[in-house]
């Protein structure tokens, strides 16, 4: 592939404690760049030593906000192979929320070829420990120095990577949500269903209040009627009310997960009732105090299965499964990071080695 490599002559020492790893506080070595400019459109994709970006003070993106990314994870199993799980659908993704945010599509079977060689020459940073993975940034802004509300006509594509532990401080333990009623976060029509900044700043206030009150994350509800449930903060979210898994169905305004996506398909591989379907915060009450709601969880890369052992809703504390992590959660937790880290088998063709 047309991919130019500049290895760094100054290698940064690994961490000394991958148990202290946290999320998103160390850096590899390198980095891709590539870029875009009308007329030519992308080109000069190369992997350089980490370092900082120069960036015009009127770069768009600093004044409009016009960026996308993604997230993703390369996993090292017990016999030392390195595995991405579903990566394709990731740069799908980004060329969808590109679509919306009137960025370039990039070419996808491309993007995931210099990722694997930008992982290869970074290797030594793919943690060794249970639960610790690395975690992957791909990235797109708009550069023109320009003022003046428009889509960009220069653009940088850049991926790096992280060594992380994992997400949460509770790591699979229950966590507590706080049922957000104040503010919105999207609405159909707007850009809830890309993965944009401007979702996650949107999000900032009350995730900050929820702090505050001692909570891990907010449950958003529409932002119409104030109602039915959307997603977590950073997660896909899913009930289990009797014999049926419920999550909220993508009607516009929410971010089609691919864990989430992942496992629907692996309910419905068991023949496990599955619905994507509205359902609102007074269902889940209902069901509480019916004694029916049975498991709570979300569901996303960073975290993959995060049970919810809390619902705040109003003055109503909802305690799920005794706060603790429920039978389905864990198997599926357990049955997605064996296939991430190789330790069951693939029988979905998910992974792919690096």
């Given at each position: 592939?047309?991919?130019?490599?500049?290895?760094?002559?100054?290698?940064?020492?690994?961490?000394?404690?991958?148990?202290?790893?946290?999320?998103?506080?160390?850096?590899?070595?390198?980095?891709?760049?590539?870029?875009?400019?009308?007329?030519?459109?992308?080109?000069?994709?190369?992997?350089?030593?980490?370092?900082?970006?120069?960036?015009?003070?009127?770069?768009?993106?600093?004044?409009?906000?016009?960026?996308?990314?993604?997230?993703?994870?390369?996993?090292?199993?017990?016999?030392?192979?390195?595995?991405?799980?579903?990566?394709?659908?990731?740069?799908?993704?980004?060329?969808?929320?590109?679509?919306?945010?009137?960025?370039?599509?990039?070419?996808?079977?491309?993007?995931?070829?210099?990722?694997?060689?930008?992982?290869?020459?970074?290797?030594?940073?793919?943690?060794?420990?249970?639960?610790?993975?690395?975690?992957?940034?791909?990235?797109?802004?708009?550069?023109?120095?320009?003022?003046?509300?428009?889509?960009?006509?220069?653009?940088?594509?850049?991926?790096?990577?992280?060594?992380?532990?994992?997400?949460y401080p509770e790591g699979?333990?229950?966590?507590?949500?706080?049922?957000?009623?104040?503010?919105?976060?999207?609405?159909?029509?707007?850009?809830?269903?890309?993965?944009?900044?401007?979702?996650?700043?949107?999000?900032l206030k009350a995730q900050?209040?929820?702090?505050?009150?001692?909570?891990?994350?907010?449950?958003?509800?529409?932002?119409?009627?104030?109602?039915?449930?959307?997603?977590?903060?950073?997660?896909?979210?899913?009930?289990?009310?009797?014999?049926?898994?419920?999550?909220?169905?993508?009607?516009?305004?929410?971010?089609?997960?691919?864990?989430?996506?992942?496992?629907?398909?692996?309910?419905?591989?068991?023949?496990?009732?599955?619905?994507?379907?509205?359902?609102?915060?007074?269902?889940?009450?209902?069901?509480?105090?019916?004694?029916?709601?049975?498991?709570?969880?979300?569901?996303?890369?960073?975290?993959?299965?995060?049970?919810?052992?809390?619902?705040?809703?109003?003055?109503?504390?909802?305690?799920?499964?005794?706060?603790?992590?429920?039978?389905?959660?864990?198997?599926?937790?357990?049955?997605?990071?064996?296939?991430?880290?190789?330790?069951?088998?693939?029988?979905?063709?998910?992974?792919?080695?690096?």
């Amino acid at each position: 592939m047309d991919l130019s490599i500049e290895k760094s002559a100054n290698l940064k020492p690994l961490p000394a404690d991958e148990s202290k790893l946290g999320f998103g506080n160390y850096f590899t070595d390198h980095m891709f760049i590539m870029e875009y400019d009308e007329g030519t459109g992308w080109h000069d994709g190369r992997i350089v030593p980490y370092g900082p970006i120069s960036l015009d003070p009127a770069a768009m993106v600093l004044h409009y906000g016009q960026e996308v990314f993604e997230g993703l994870k390369a996993y090292r199993s017990k016999d030392d192979v390195i595995r991405l799980f579903r990566p394709k659908e990731n740069f799908k993704r980004l060329n969808r929320s590109n679509e919306r945010i009137c960025i370039p599509p990039v070419d996808e079977e491309y993007a995931l070829g210099a990722l694997k060689e930008l992982i290869r020459l970074d290797s030594r940073w793919v943690p060794r420990s249970e639960g610790c993975s690395l975690y992957i940034r791909p990235f797109i802004f708009s550069v023109d120095p320009h003022i003046g509300v428009r889509a960009g006509s220069r653009y940088l594509f850049i991926m790096i990577l992280s060594p992380v532990g994992a997400y949460y401080p509770e790591g699979l333990n229950p966590v507590k949500i706080y049922v957000e009623t104040n503010y919105v976060r999207a609405v159909k029509g707007g850009i809830g269903t890309a993965k944009t900044g401007g979702n996650y700043a949107s999000s900032l206030k009350a995730q900050d209040e929820a702090k505050e009150r001692d909570f891990t994350q907010v449950l958003w509800l529409d932002g119409v009627e104030r109602k039915y449930i959307e997603e977590v903060g950073t997660m896909n979210v899913f009930f289990v009310i009797g014999d049926e898994v419920i999550t909220p169905s993508l009607d516009g305004s929410i971010l089609a997960g691919i864990t989430r996506k992942s496992v629907i398909e692996l309910l419905n591989d068991r023949r496990i009732k599955v619905s994507e379907r509205k359902i609102s915060i007074e269902e889940i009450i209902s069901a509480h105090e019916s004694g029916e709601l049975k498991e709570a969880f979300g569901t996303g890369t960073a975290a993959v299965i995060s049970p919810i052992g809390l619902l705040r809703a109003g003055d109503k504390d909802i305690v799920i499964g005794g706060n603790r992590i429920g039978e389905l959660s864990q198997n599926l937790y357990d049955t997605l990071t064996g296939i991430q880290w190789g330790t069951t088998g693939d029988i979905f063709g998910w992974t792919e080695t690096v």
